[in-house]
């Protein structure tokens, strides 16, 4: 089935460490993105790319970084950077020229 | 920045009766989708609106387009228990490709 995969489900890192979270999808969508969701918010644009190695900072890109070294594949790093590092992260992805977006089952990521 | 404003921002219903939420914008849209999101679930598209006073249906979901083009309205009629979740509206976010601004969220929570 086609799909977006996020992985993993839950992440648990050390405060000061790097981390990296997966995103591939197998929809020959051309756009990803990442958001962020903290409780009680709606998503917030982290990073976007509309194709292969090319990526755009979203609203709050400080502290992330990303690569698109594949059309089906989308990473995040969440630096040490990151201030407030603990959220729920979600990836999407969707056909260029629409918004129609479709997102992966997200991962929590608790920084300690 | 520009922002959406979603209402209620949560709702606490009884089994079989209807409900409506809507979304305002500071700036004109020319698309407004809806999601809902199941607990530590990513967000699932609902229903995508194009056109000022479009009126779309997804089942039991009615969604429309504002005629002024800075609002939309979501309605579920006889609610069930698997409604419970958070509904979202989106629409575009400036500057950032084909990427989604969101509201806040509704959150609706159905008893038997």
């Known amino acids: 089935d086609g799909g977006i995969t996020q992985s993993p489900k839950y992440l648990f890192r050390k405060e000061g460490q790097n981390v990296t979270l997966s995103c591939e999808q197998n929809?020959?969508?051309?756009?990803m993105y990442w958001y962020r969701q903290d409780p009680g918010q709606g998503l917030r644009l982290i990073y976007y790319?509309?194709?292969?190695?090319?990526?755009q900072k979203g609203d709050i890109a400080e502290g992330y970084s990303v690569s698109r070294e594949k059309k089906e594949s989308f990473p995040l790093t969440v630096t040490s950077a990151q201030k407030n590092p603990t959220a729920f992260y979600l990836c999407a992805s969707s056909m260029i020229g629409t918004r129609l977006a479709f997102f992966g089952q997200g991962t929590r990521l608790t920084v300690v | 920045g520009q922002q959406l404003n979603q209402s209620p921002q949560s709702m606490f219903i009884q089994e079989g009766e209807d409900v409506s939420m809507n979304c305002t914008s500071s700036?004109?849209?020319?698309?407004w989708l809806w999601y809902k999101q199941d607990p530590g679930e990513g967000p699932v598209l609902l229903i995508a609106?194009?056109?000022?006073?479009e009126l779309t249906s997804n089942g039991r979901l009615t969604a429309q387009f504002g005629i002024t083009r800075k609002d939309s309205f979501l309605n579920i009629s006889a609610s069930i228990p698997s409604d419970v979740g958070i509904y979202f509206c989106a629409g575009p976010l400036p500057d950032s490709g084909y990427a989604l601004n969101f509201g806040k969220g509704t959150s609706l929570l159905v008893t038997p």
């Open positions: 790319s509309q194709i292969v190695n090319d990526f």
């Open positions: 929809l020959n969508h051309d756009a």
């Open positions: 700036s004109i849209f020319n698309t």
């Open positions: 609106l194009y056109k000022a006073g």
